[in-house]
């Protein structure tokens, strides 16, 4: 069969992604989903437990099983290290911030990447989920702030201050303004410098 030469397939949407965990954490990283995802149990049994949040009939499963072993050492683990959800406002991060934080989830890392501002949490495993907002109107324009040489310089972004950034957003300022990235120069490395990295955020 000659295969046709036009643009390959690609998925319309990502459908849904799958946690692997161990039977002593399976309740606490359930928990965690629903309350990070704001999301709803489809379907739970001793083995899996099926999440959602929108009109899909899954977004996400959760397995347990006793010979699942955990990472010992994730910074240097060749895996997926971390996977983004985008929000509409900066209003919605701000409140999405303050529900986690009611559950008792803190981001350990909050940056400004300057295409999107963004923050970063860790589940009873330690796998990292960011939850972002769009910094630009546009990919393109996204694309093309990729492309200066501010971003060369430093790939990895500017802290936030969570306290400030709750101040600024619910003050009413303009979130353009707020969605502005400093200029600190070179930062090559992840949060692994941040001020966050060893603590979680409190305020």
Do not use: C
């Not at 929108?54 to 290290?81: C, F, G, W």
């Not at 909050?110 to 999107?116: C, D, L, T, Y």
């Amino acid at each position: 069969m000659t295969v046709p030469a036009e643009k390959l397939i690609s998925p319309s949407s990502i459908g849904h992604f799958g946690i692997r965990t161990t039977p002593d954490k399976f309740d606490a990283m359930v928990k965690w989903h629903l309350d990070f995802f704001g999301g709803r149990l489809v379907l739970r049994n001793s083995k899996a437990a099926f999440i959602a949040w929108d009109h899909e009939h899954h977004r996400m499963v959760i397995v347990s099983d006793p010979a699942h072993k955990q990472i010992a050492e994730r910074s240097t683990a060749a895996t997926v290290y971390h996977i983004a959800f985008t929000l509409d406002s900066l209003a919605d991060l701000a409140t999405s911030y303050e529900q986690k934080k009611e559950r008792g989830i803190v981001p350990h890392w909050p940056v400004n990447h300057g295409m999107s501002t963004s923050m970063y949490y860790l589940d009873p495993d330690g796998n990292e989920f960011e939850m972002q907002v769009d910094n630009f109107d546009t990919a393109q324009e996204a694309v093309d702030f990729m492309m200066t040489d501010e971003y060369a310089q430093n790939p990895i972004g500017v802290d936030i201050d969570i306290v400030e950034f709750l101040q600024r957003v619910r003050s009413g300022e303009d979130e353009a303004v707020i969605k502005k990235r400093p200029v600190i120069g070179q930062r090559l490395s992840r949060y692994e410098n941040s001020i966050y990295f060893t603590k979680p955020v409190e305020t």
